[in-house]
């Protein structure tokens, strides 16, 4: 059964080679058909592994290399549920996304269901590896991947801007986890987590390690857009094709969390256990300071798209919160909530889409009511708007209430209203531009400071205007239906809860790689308290007003409080300054002071 | 050990940083940040060196001797590999960007939008 681990990862890649390679055989129809059949099996073989390591942790030593003498030479898979649950939530969302994709327009034949297989091989493989440098490698898959899918249409100004800040900035990324690597590799001469964090656990921490930590934790954070690190994702998500934003913003941000995760408590648990409380604190403060900014810049956005990629970053926020609570209940929520609320921003990213492929255009402004014959793709977004405000008992209220109550827990109550204001600006932002664009309500306001030509956004679909498209419309539909569907059964929560009690487990993981028999989980159980409904009822609250306000501040004569909300925004939005020199600037800024806070504090 | 080499990492990264933040030029930018990159090569080869050591390659040499590591110079390849498909791909936008917009200054770029 292990050996479905590998083949998931070889299956998307040997299909992308075999679409790459016949490219000048085959009518454009037959390479959806394929590069759909191929996620689609990818999705099959990660339900499999999935459902076989509900119970444990299985282990796949490539090329037979098992540890001898308890030492772990040898590279891995080491396919854990958390770890399986989001290589199929990226292989489920990869077909809906290639299903989305038949209309897309071709720029250059065969490229784009290349790189799609790609990227979805780089994602999976990242999620089930058991080795730092093969982590490395998936990682830089994927960022290449995205990369050359952000800057697809390279006939666009804005997205050639996009795609170069998105590389490089990913690219100091991937040299800081570089030099991390190596630098963990000189202390411990080992390169697999077990290993690593074996021999850690035996050994007193010196600086090396710290840096080492530092460098690691930044190119995560760099991956996952967490302040002040995120600069370059709001560039790079406003100019990617729809089809391409579900899986970037459903997805890709989370897998820099998930790698945190996985070093954390695979590797460092052992070695910085005595002082968690400060990098809880540095994570916590960092999620909320993320989660704070992004909904805020979401609030303020006109272009839809890019509105909805600082919605992602204000969501990373809220799931960094969880994983950096460092509690098995905190990345319990975290994982329920990535689900619900990654299918929730794909249907939206899929909204948009669709009044693109219809309108030709996405600034709200200029779509004033002009979607009201959009009804169905309307009621999904408006849907998607108060599931983001996190509306129960739907599946973003189920994940948020959990990393409410994991907070409450360790003593980071203060958290809880933050979460709530961040979802609240959050939905609150959908739900305006919704009822602008679809419902046609609120003041008309003359377009003043609408900035840039990336409004001007070329229609990236083919075929007739006319009707919106069935393969539009239905993965669309099925996101929202999985969104919602999620907090429906509250059993999903008891899962997660079982899940990451295995993976915060590091003693057991790092046995269960050295072979021993991997320990039995303990069901975990919870269900959200009376004062997360109070909480998330208050959100959609919240957000409904601020919806009203931003709708028709100036009918109801506050204009006092539009200023004040404008004079706010106006340093955030000025930092977004667009040019890669001030987004390295910001990355190394973030990299000296993560590495001062726990150079200082770690020992 | 010697210090030296974790010298020459460190100003490497750090001339390659200052190279990337200030550059006017996506070509001279590009080139910044591949200067960045020969800082972890730099690093990973220190890392794995031992004074007075062979080539890991046992065919012509005991069994026994002393040999540098050879994990890190693997690493280094695949480092080498991997960068290598990011400059080009990282190039090949530069050459979009001039073809189309007639050039390769960032600021430019970010003027003409507005």
Known sequence: MTDLAPLSVAVPLLAAALLAFLHHLLPRRVFDLLAITAAAAAAALTLVLLAHVANGLSVYWFGGWHPRHGLAIGIDFAVEPIGAGLAAFVAILMVLALVYSYRVEDVQAPHYHVLMLTFMAGMVGFCLSGDLFNMFVFFELMSVSAVALVAYKVHEQAALEGGLNFAVINTIGAFLFLLGIGLIYAHTGALNLAQIGRVLANSPNDRVTVVAFTLLVAAFLVKAAVVPFHFWLDDAYAVALAPVCLLLAGAMSEMGLYGLARIWYGVFAPAFGGQEGVIRAVLVGGGLITAVWGAAMSLSEDHLKRMLAFLTISFVGIFLIGVGLLTADGLAGTAVYVLADGFAKASLFGCVGIVQHRLGQVGQRRLHGKARHLRATGALFLFGGLLAASLPPFGPFLGKSMIEDAAVKVGYGFAAPLIVLASALAGAAVLRAGARIFLGWGDVEEDRESSSSDEETESETTGSRDRTPAVMFVPTLLLVLAAAGIGVWFGFADLAGTAAHRFVDGVGYRAAVFGAPPPLATAHSSSPEWYDWLYSGGATVLALIVAAAGLWGRRIKAHAALAGAATIMRPLKALHTGRIGDYTAALALGVVVLGALFTITLR | ?114
């Open chain 2, 1 to 114: 050990m010697s210090v030296y080499p974790y010298i020459v990492v460190a100003w490497l990264l750090g001339v390659g940083l200052y190279g990337v933040i200030s550059s006017r030029n996506y070509i001279h930018l590009i080139m910044c940040l591949t200067v960045m990159q020969a800082s972890t090569y730099v690093l990973l080869l220190a890392i794995g060196y031992r004074t007075g050591a062979k080539a890991p390659i046992f065919a012509d040499i005991p069994e026994h001797s002393r040999v540098v590591d050879p994990i890190v110079q693997a690493l280094t390849l695949t480092d080498v590999v991997v960068e290598a498909t990011v400059v080009a791909l990282l190039l090949a936008l530069a050459v979009q960007a001039h073809k189309r917009y007639g050039t390769t200054d960032p600021d430019a770029m970010v003027r003409m939008r507005e």
